[in-house]
Structure formats: structure tokens, C-alpha cells
């Protein structure tokens, strides 16, 4: 089992940033792939970005590329999640997942839902305009 903590949201204006962290407990925190997601209200949740265990290779939605940035540190247990330039469209619960990629290639990231194992509680991001 891994538990997964979110911190790092809030109200932010447009064009702010925000870094969103993730702490992960319960297992070997490297052998999982990690990403965020996020969920407006009314609407599906969506994919945003993704980190291999290794933290060598990255993936991201087309929405975010080149204002958000993920990142881990495996000796911290953490993923984060750099939000740059923010727009109001980004306002919306974002929530950390986890996948056991102990049996994948290192440079593995996962870009769907359910290709994750956990979940964490979520963190709501709100960007004024």
C-alpha cells in the first residue's frame, strides 16, 4: 500500500505560479511511476503530467507543455509539480497517483488513468482572472 499526500494549492492569479508537492509513504518510493491529474468540476479527470521512477523521462498534456513542470526527489519520497503561468482554466482539484513500474523499464511514465495504482486526496488549485 501507498499513501499519497498532496499539499501545495491554493488561490493564485492569473499568470502566478504555484508548485504543488506530493508525499508518498508505505513503499519503495523509486520504483513507482508518478503523475498528477486534475478534475474540474463537471468534467472527467484528466491527465497532466508524468515522471518515470527514475525521474529520467516526462510526460506531459499538451494543455500544460512548457508552463508546468514535474520533477521527484526519490531521497524525499516527493513528486512536485512547478505551475507557471497560470490561466484560469487551470483551476480545478489536482491529485498525485502513483504506479508500480518496479517490473518496467526505467524511463517507463504513465499518461492513463488507469494505468495508476493510487491515488492521493487531492488539492484544489483556484486561479482568478
Known amino acids: 500500500q501507498v499513501q499519497l499526500v498532496e499539499s501545495g494549492g491554493g488561490l493564485v492569479q492569473a499568470g502566478g505560479s504555484l508548485r504543488l508537492s506530493c508525499a508518498a509513504s508505505g513503499r519503495t518510493f523509486s520504483n513507482y511511476a508518478m503523475g498528477w491529474f486534475r478534475q474540474a468540476p463537471g468534467k472527467e479527470r484528466e491527465f497532466v503530467s508524468g515522471i518515470s521512477r527514475s525521474g529520467g523521462s516526462t510526460a506531459y498534456a499538451d494543455s500544460v507543455k512548457g508552463r508546468f513542470t514535474i520533477s521527484r526527489e526519490n531521497a524525499k519520497n516527493t513528486v512536485y509539480l512547478q505551475m507557471n503561468s497560470l490561466k484560469s482554466e487551470d483551476t480545478a482539484a489536482y491529485y498525485c497517483?502513483?504506479?508500480?513500474?518496479?517490473?518496467?523499464?526505467?524511463?517507463?511514465?504513465?499518461?492513463?488513468?488507469?494505468?495508476?495504482?493510487?491515488w492521493g486526496q487531492g488539492t484544489q488549485v483556484t486561479v482568478s482572472s
Open positions: 497517483a502513483a504506479k508500480n513500474a518496479r517490473y518496467f523499464s526505467s524511463s517507463y511514465s504513465a499518461t492513463r488513468r488507469g494505468e495508476y495504482d493510487y
